[in-house]
């Protein structure tokens, strides 16, 4: 009786621990972010109205550790912020869509996963592939350095991990939507300045 038990209390610990592992926990990421995003992950995901999509992340805690960072003079630590992920109803083994957020030193010119895509006109810079939108912005924030203020260049990354379900020039555009809501909202939790020079609506933006 006793062996059966332990063999039962085993048993279901390694259920609930599977479980654990393999369902992120649901955060504010529901809130910062409207429809029109959503609307552009389901478009470049190819997921479908019938199909659910669940939204996992913690938008404000990115923020406080981006903060964190610059406070203690470590802002290169404050790499791929976990923003929000985007999970097709029932599969939550790999987000169809994710946004991340660093501060960087510069805006490359020619190297890395930007040199692969197109440069448009906004804030500091944007880059499109079909798989890939990135918007820097530089932020002004009297959050920063323990209240002082100090100026930090932020890369905006939206990645799309399922197979992409449009065009090409469809995929670009939802790419730097998706990015350009997630940057709007990651710099009024910094508090930036003039929402760091992005612009209040998308539209597509020039190409460089």
Same mark, same amino acid.
């Given at each position: 009786?006793?062996?059966?038990?332990?063999? &039962? &209390?085993?048993?279901?610990?390694?259920?609930?621990?599977?479980?654990?592992?393999?369902?992120?926990?649901?955060?504010?990421?529901?809130?910062?972010?409207? @429809?029109?995003?959503?609307?552009?992950?389901?478009?470049?995901?190819?997921?479908?109205? /019938? =199909?659910?999509?669940t939204r996992y992340g913690h938008p404000e805690d990115a923020a406080d550790e981006l903060i964190a960072n610059v406070d203690a003079?470590? #802002?290169?630590?404050?790499?791929?912020?976990?923003?929000?992920?985007?999970?097709?109803? @029932? =599969?939550?083994? =790999? #987000?169809?869509?994710?946004? /991340?957020?660093?501060?960087?030193?510069e805006v490359p010119a020619s190297r890395g996963a930007d040199a692969l895509g197109k440069r448009y006109r906004m804030a500091k810079g944007a880059v499109a592939t079909t798989k890939l939108g990135v918007l820097y912005f530089e932020c002004f924030s009297k959050e920063l350095s323990r209240g002082d203020g100090v100026k930090v260049l932020v890369r905006g990354a939206s990645r799309t991990n399922d197979e992409v379900a449009e065009s090409d020039a469809a995929a670009y555009q939802d790419n730097l939507r998706i990015v350009h809501a997630s940057s709007r909202a990651f710099a009024e939790l910094l508090g930036c300045e003039a929402n760091a020079g992005i612009p209040a609506t998308f539209s597509m933006p020039p190409e460089v």
């Open positions: 009786m006793g062996a059966l038990l332990v063999a &039962v &209390v085993l048993v279901t610990t390694g259920c609930q621990g599977d479980k654990g592992s393999a369902a992120p926990e649901k955060g504010a990421c529901d809130t910062v972010l409207g @429809s029109e995003a959503e609307d552009a992950v389901r478009r470049v995901a190819g997921v479908p109205d /019938s =199909v659910g999509i003079g470590t #802002p290169d630590e404050a790499k791929r912020l976990d923003f929000c992920r985007f999970y097709r109803e @029932s =599969v939550e083994a =790999v #987000p169809s869509v994710e946004l /991340s957020f660093s501060v960087v030193r």
